[in-house]
């Protein structure tokens, strides 16, 4: 049974920052790509920021994240970052890591992690 792990979430004051982590042991992340996502409520799911199996990293380009959002890799741990900065009240969502193996083939989600951001 796939069991994809998030962590890291909760709350933080406006301007603080929190680190997301998302583990998976029954995948090799080197060889996945893996994004995050996240969904606020009444709102679709919007991409956030990816990592591909080469180590390739993408950000969403949007005002709202551009330049606060990173995401890495600790291969050694099989597991993936995000790391968020700056954080304002637009950023409070469910956080859900992606787990994509390429075309054809069956992706993953995590149960996801809240993020709340109140002063």
């Known amino acids: 049974q796939v069991r994809i792990v998030e962590s890291g979430g909760g709350l933080v004051q406006p301007g603080g920052s929190l680190r997301l982590s998302c583990a998976a042991s029954e995948f090799t992340f080197s060889t996945y790509i893996i994004r995050w996502y996240r969904q606020a409520p009444g709102k679709e799911r919007e991409f956030v920021a990816g990592i591909t199996s080469r180590g390739g990293v993408t950000t969403n380009a949007a005002d709202s994240m551009k330049g606060r959002f990173a995401v890495s890799r600790d291969l050694a741990k099989n597991t993936v970052y995000l790391q968020m900065n700056s954080l304002n009240p637009e950023d409070p969502a469910v956080y859900y890591c992606?787990?994509?193996?390429?075309?054809?083939?069956?992706?993953?989600w995590g149960p996801g992690t809240q993020v709340t951001v109140s002063s």
């Open positions: 992606h787990i994509d193996p390429g075309p054809g083939d069956r992706a993953y």
